[in-house]
């Protein structure tokens, strides 16, 4: 079987992460790096401030995702120990 690879700049992630971000977020399923363990966001544990939003494993506590408001009203998404990020 022949794979037709095409290589491109990153605007051709535009459509894929769009379709991502714009499903139902608590809906997602995000596994841990560390432990492998699995589940909805909804079910993460997330400890929260002003500035930034802890996401950590429910099985074994390790951070998953970090998330930090700017001071400009930006938004920066850290994947500190998540494997992966699925809609399905």
Do not use: K, P, W, Y
């Amino acid at each position: 079987m022949s794979r037709n690879v095409q290589h491109l700049d990153g605007n051709a992630l535009a459509g894929v992460l769009t379709e991502l971000m714009s499903t139902d977020a608590s809906s997602l399923t995000i596994t841990c790096a560390h432990c492998g363990s699995h589940g909805e966001m909804a079910e993460v544990s997330v400890e929260r401030d002003d500035v930034a939003s802890i996401v950590r494993c429910l099985s074994c506590d390790h951070t998953l995702l970090v998330v930090l408001r700017e001071a400009g009203g930006g938004i920066r998404l850290r994947f500190e120990g998540t494997a992966e990020i699925s809609s399905v």
